[in-house]
């Protein structure tokens, strides 16, 4: 469950929906219930994940590349089908978790950082 501190509310929707919905005829139901069971599987051992960090910079022959083959290796539009993809795994959890853009040694992260939360 994806929950919004800012808002005090779950988030039930994806962003940039036009989008997603283009890139996601794209790519076979096998692939992306892979690349969700990828992101799941991390989120179990891991109570903080940072979108920009997940795929890493080479994505032939992981999990992601169909994300990479579906934008028509179009990098910026591989990178935001991506975080469109891990909001919607995150969505879909079971445990409950929150987001937000943070800085590193002072300088921007350039994904979103997501983290479990607990709500009271």
Request: net charge negative; charged share 25%.
């Amino acid at each position: 469950m994806l929950y919004s501190i800012d808002n005090e509310s779950y988030i039930k929707k994806i962003p940039h929906i036009v989008d997603y919905n283009r890139w996601r005829t794209r790519i076979s139901d096998d692939d992306y219930q892979a690349i969700h069971d990828e992101l799941h599987s991390r989120m179990s051992v891991s109570k903080i994940e940072t979108s920009s960090w997940i795929p890493g910079r080479n994505w032939n022959g992981t999990v992601f590349q169909p994300i990479y083959d579906a934008c028509e290796s179009d990098e910026n539009a591989s990178a935001k089908f991506f975080g469109l993809i891990l909001w919607h795994a995150v969505m879909e959890h079971d445990k409950t978790w929150s987001f937000g853009r943070y800085r590193l040694n002072d300088i921007p992260i350039e994904g979103l950082t997501y983290f479990e939360i607990t709500i009271p």
